[in-house]
């Protein structure tokens, strides 16, 4: 199954009586005849481009002919509270499942590559999601303290997948999201075998615990002044060493993992040592078998982890995730969800049109290029609409391949070895209500 079928089977089910029963929060919900329907209300949130409710309506209705019945924003909006943001989820789950049932992603040694991290999500600055979201913090008291949601995300580093995303308050535990992820990509992805990657901060006695009950390969970049008493213990730059689970570290866990835990005194962490092109050395704990990864791989592995935050600058930046169309809670969950389903059906079609790319390829140029993903998006949601209304195959096809050919048409060097400091910037939100595009 290609990424154009998997894409058109997920469109097929906007329109099945299953997704609407998920989609409806309510029995009554979307059961009288209105002139736009639970299916079009669904469409319609998946292809939004961030302009005014007003327009997007205007454009939707003529995009799918039938501008003399377009409804009033106000109209729409009542119908839209009715809409159970969990449709998105589930949606997004199937396609995923679509992805890792066929044998044409990417694996490295037979793993594939997780990475594990969140970001923090501007929403509108309103009251209200000021006490649902809670406020970040300035670094003092005359900060202005404005709304903000956390998101956790794990992601297929070399499929450029987001297998989970979770969006909640700012003041949540990173670490109790990334679980949560972790635990609905194994209920997804099922006995496939995987290896997650951690940056600083997620590591804890209590995770490493979890991780091994449940038999996941994991890889933790542990920050500086933190278990020295394992690092010292060390004689080579890469072996194995006793952790030890002590009354201390017990004591910080949770009733559930303490009793699993009861009788253990220590695990077998492996520790490497490596050194940055800094001068400074890091150290990376993990469970990796020697013989799958040697000192060198392992260092040049977990460089792969930067490939979550280059989809959060996707996110961000290229979808405008935080561009929401509303104030309230639900619209907020509502856009976020659709927008993680399509950022995954815009990165498969993506991968397609790169192989194509790759075995097409263009010779005796400086660089490899790959497709333009700034442009790539702004294309596929031109055509999305488009290819949702098409029933005939032979048509939906063709605009695929147009889409294609105009995303290859459109490429970027890919030039090795630059770095981008992180900077953190206080500013207030880049969207408001008040001053949607036109």
């Known amino acids: 199954m290609k990424s154009n079928d998997r894409i058109n089977l997920s469109l097929s089910k906007l ?3 299953r997704i609407h029963n998920i989609a409806r929060l309510s029995d009554e919900a979307f ?8 299916q079009d209300m669904l469409t319609f949130t998946l292809t939004q481009k961030g302009k005014t409710l007003s327009m997007e309506i205007n454009n939707y209705f003529k995009d799918i002919n039938k501008r003399e019945n377009r409804i009033t924003k106000q109209a ?4 839209r509270m009715k809409l159970n943001p969990e449709v998105f989820v589930q949606l997004g789950r199937e396609y995923i499942e679509t992805i890792y049932d066929d044998c044409e992603y990417e694996t490295l040694k037979d793993y594939i590559i997780m990475a594990v991290d969140g970001t923090v999500l501007e929403v509108p600055d309103t009251k209200e999601l000021r006490r649902i979201y809670d406020c970040e913090r300035g670094d003092n008291k005359h900060d202005m303290r404005v709304a903000r949601a956390r998101v956790s995300g794990i992601y297929d580093v070399l499929n450029d997948i987001m297998i989970d995303a979770q969006i909640d308050k700012y003041t ?7 679980l949560r992820n972790i635990l609905n990509m194994i209920n997804m992805l099922k006995d496939k075998k995987v290896m997650i990657i951690f940056d600083r901060g997620y590591i804890s006695a209590e995770l490493l615990l979890i991780l091994l009950k449940l038999d996941v390969c994991f890889l933790f970049r542990v920050q500086s002044g933190r278990y020295e008493a394992e690092k010292g213990s060390m004689k080579n730059n890469d072996e194995v060493v006793k952790f030890e689970i002590n009354k201390s570290r017990k004591r910080r866990m949770s009733s559930e993992i303490l009793q699993y835990v009861n009788s253990i005194d220590s695990i077998d962490i492996r520790i490497t040592k490596i050194m940055l092109n800094t001068g400074e050395e890091e150290y990376l704990f993990s469970n990796i078998p020697f013989e799958d990864f040697d000192t060198d791989e392992i260092g040049n592995l977990y460089s792969k982890r930067w490939r979550i935050e280059t989809a959060y600058d996707i996110i961000k930046n290229k979808l405008y995730v935080e561009n929401f169309s509303g104030k309230k809670e639900i619209i907020i969950e509502q856009d976020f969800y659709a927008q993680m389903l399509l950022l995954n059906m815009i990165q498969d079609l993506k991968n397609d049109a790169n192989r194509r790319l790759y075995t097409e390829g263009k010779k005796d140029l400086k660089y490899d290029y790959k497709i333009n993903m700034n442009v790539f998006i702004g294309t596929f949601r031109e055509y999305l609409i488009q290819i949702a209304l098409e029933n005939n195959p032979q048509k939906s096809q063709m605009l695929y391949e147009y889409l294609i050919e105009e995303a290859t048409e459109n490429l970027v060097p890919i030039k090795a070895g630059r770095s981008f400091p992180r900077t953190r910037i206080r500013r207030r939100n880049k969207y408001t209500q008040n001053l949607r595009h036109n």
């Open 15 to 17: 329109g099945s009586q």
């Open 31 to 38: 059961t009288r005849k209105r002139k736009m329907p639970l």
């Open 76 to 79: 729409f909006s009542k119908q």
């Open 172 to 178: 949540a535990s990173e670490k109790d999201m990334g």
